[in-house]
């Protein structure tokens, strides 16, 4: 499945709401994201407009791998 191109970092950490990551901090223009389900697991996010697809997709790729789904199966989760 193909990633957005104009996604937001806030509008991604909206969507990580679903599988219980919440924003714990914010540095700059950065956000720090926190899930406690399969583990305790932390992801930082830039605030800016729109993210850059290297950065989307490692950051998809790194939480699919946490909660151990598909990539394709997260997406589908995140409504993309």
Do not use: K, W
Not at 45 to 63: E, K, N, Y
């Amino acid at each position: 499945m193909r990633l957005p191109r104009d996604l937001a970092g806030e509008d991604l950490s909206t969507r990580l709401a679903v599988l219980g990551y919440r924003i714990t901090r914010q540095t700059g223009s950065h956000l720090r994201l926190t899930t406690d389900r399969g583990g305790e697991h932390h992801v930082t996010l830039p605030r800016h407009a729109a993210l850059r697809v290297g950065t989307l997709s490692a950051i998809v790729s790194d939480v699919a791998h946490h909660h151990r789904l598909d990539r394709d199966a997260l997406l589908v989760l995140l409504s993309f």
